[in-house]
């Protein structure tokens, strides 16, 4: 290649983009590797400048760099373009420029490396300590947002009987009207939070709006509006909604178009408000409030006072089964021994009832425990352990009588009582009646029965029992034909059967001296013996023979006369 054939373009081109030339012939020249020792990028940008000040050799080979930007282009073929007719002086000047260009870039790629590398050792350094000081800062966010909201909170941390408490609510049913006295005085009712001044928008007539109070209770939430009752008087506020938590929704609204429902979709937004929107009785509502931070927190306090409200209504709910299952298998657990009595019929018929099952819950403890005293009753009982049933059963009548317990559920459990007193009275009356019974096990019989207060039911029991065994001794003495040895046997068997039973009753009775009860019984016997001898003998003369017999009866009675019984005047019918 020639200079004869360069034109002043190319003249101008060699001069704006190549720096790279090869030194002119008068200077001295370098080695084929064109290495500088000491020398810096500086003393290059200088030697570059000074070297297109010349012009230049006609050995060069010129690099233009417009033919490096072309995406086809291709090395090869470009050095077969240039260096097809290069000379050697030409190949020698373009390998010390390549050179010359890789060591440059070399050393720049070298200096730029640890430069890169420390000034990543310091960025990564100082991003993990950003990445510290961000979760210290997350942190202590987090711990101000919580003092913020316990700043908006009412701490009501005393009992519900507190008389702050009492105040408080007293103090708001006095500014509120609209709501039934026994919202007030609820127990478990206390004031979260209340905010002033949101807009409540009717969401058919977006125009029409209300400035509205909302109060947060643990259990509701009241929406009210100042309302002047009287011009004279105080103004108080009006209750518009009451929403119960468990029945309520509330979402906020940060796209009216992504709703679901047509009316808030429509929405006219005012970009100096923040909505909420609100599902209670199947009924939407749409609330604004101007500061973001106030209706978030109020959204927040909502929804975890409604997850604890929630919480407490499902473990109810099962609380609520539990407490029905257990009530219902006491009562119904001897359902054919009580199905007459009509505190069982009425137990039966309201045993689902939410007032029963609240005040069996009320009480739940004490009832438990009566009906582990009931169990312990029938145990005593089925084992004859009579001394225990009956200390488990005065035990049991103190009880009910002193406990406060629901109403219903104490006349069941007083008839429960009856029916278990009942049982054990008819056992030991039974026993009582057997002919053979001995004297301690009858003392003892009387015993209980006196300490459950059935002594005069024992006294019953002993005369009638002994009564039909007299009667069964002197009747069924074997008839003879001879009336004198008829009566005189049977009087035999009566007056010795009644002197034991004189001695039987007072021991049994542990009394002195047979009772004016006693003697009238006895009484009644002699005149039904009296009665049996003048029928056997009516239409008979009384002769010698019925006054032999006579005289017989009379010794016969002198065991009952020595036990100071005054029978003499009715045997005197007998003369």
């Known amino acids: 290649m020639s200079n004869e054939h360069l034109t002043a373009n190319d003249e101008l081109s060699k001069l704006k983009y190549l720096n790279i030339a090869a030194d002119e012939a008068s200077e001295e020249r370098l080695s084929p590797t064109r290495l500088r020792v000491g020398t810096s990028k500086t003393d290059d940008i200088y030697r570059q400048k000074r070297q ?11 690099l233009n760099p417009k033919y490096f930007d072309n995406e086809d282009y291709d090395p090869q073929t470009y050095l077969n ?25 070399r050393k720049n790629l070298e200096k730029n490396f640890y430069k890169n590398l420390n000034e990543y050792v310091f960025i990564s350094s100082e991003v993990n ?28 941390s005393q009992n ?42 009717n969401t058919r007539n977006q125009r029409v709006r209300l400035i509205v109070n909302l109060y947060l209770f643990n259990d509701c939430i009241l929406v009210t509006s100042s309302h002047s009752l009287d011009k004279e008087k105080r103004i108080k506020e009006q209750t518009l909604y009451q929403w119960n938590l468990i029945d309520f929704t509330i979402l906020p609204i940060e796209t009216p178009e992504q709703a679901d429902d047509d009316a808030i979709s429509n929405l006219e937004k005012d970009s100096n408000l923040s909505y909420a929107s609100v599902l209670c009785d199947r009924s939407i509502f749409v609330l604004g409030n101007s500061n973001l931070e106030e209706r978030d927190f109020f959204i927040r306090q909502s929804r975890q006072y409604q997850s604890q409200q929630l919480l407490e ?22 359902q054919a021994s009580l199905s007459s009595y009509t505190s069982f019929q009425l137990l039966c018929k309201t045993i689902d009832s939410p007032l029963l099952l609240q005040s069996y819950a009320l009480r739940r403890e004490v009832l438990l425990n009566l009906f582990e005293q009931f169990n312990q009753l029938d145990n005593f009982i089925s084992l004859r352990q009579y001394s225990d049933a009956i200390r488990i059963l005065n035990l049991l009548r103190n009880r009910l009588q002193s406990e406060r317990i629901q109403q219903l ?37 009387v ?58 009753y007072t021991q049994m009775f542990e009394v002195k001296k047979p009772d004016s009860l006693y003697r009238n019984w006895l009484y009644r016997q002699i005149e039904s013996l009296v009665f049996f001898i003048e029928n056997q003998y009516k239409g008979f003369p009384r002769d010698k023979s ?22 003499t005047p009715i045997l005197q019918r007998l003369l």
């Open 52 to 62: 297109t000040k010349h012009i230049m050799s006609k050995n060069e080979v010129f």
């Open 81 to 105: 373009d240039i260096l097809h007719d290069a000379t050697e002086e030409e190949f020698v000047s373009l390998y010390n420029k390549l050179l010359r260009i890789h060591m440059g870039v």
């Open 129 to 156: 300590n950003l990445s510290q000081d961000l979760d210290r800062f997350k942190s202590l966010l987090g711990v101000l947002e919580e003092n913020i909201e316990g700043l908006n909170l009412v701490e009501l």
């Open 160 to 201: 519900t009987s507190d008389d702050n408490l009492k105040r408080s609510m007293r103090r708001l049913e006095n500014t509120i009207d609209g709501v039934n006295r026994n919202f007030w005085k609820s127990p478990n009712r206390s004031l979260i939070t209340k905010q002033d001044r949101w807009t409540l928008i």
């Open 313 to 334: 209504h499902a473990q109810k709910r099962v609380g609520d089964t539990q407490l029905r299952m257990e009530l219902e298998h006491f009562v119904r657990s001897e």
């Open 409 to 445: 559920l104490t006349d069941f459990l007083l008839d429960k009582l009856e029916y278990k007193t009942e049982r054990l009275k008819e056992l030991f009356l039974h026993q009582i009646g057997f002919p053979g019974i001995s004297v301690t096990q009858g003392k003892q019989l």
């Open 447 to 504: 015993r209980y029965l006196r300490s459950i207060g059935f002594e005069n039911d024992a006294r019953k029991q002993f005369f009638d029992s002994r009564e039909e065994q007299l009667k069964q001794k002197y009747y069924n003495v074997q008839w003879e034909k001879d009336i004198s040895n008829l009566v005189t046997t049977s009087s035999f068997i009566a007056f010795r059967y009644l002197a034991h039973i004189t001695r039987l």
């Open 546 to 567: 019925y006054a032999e017999t006579v005289s017989k009866v009379m010794m016969y009675s002198t065991e009952l006369k020595n036990m100071k019984l005054e029978i």
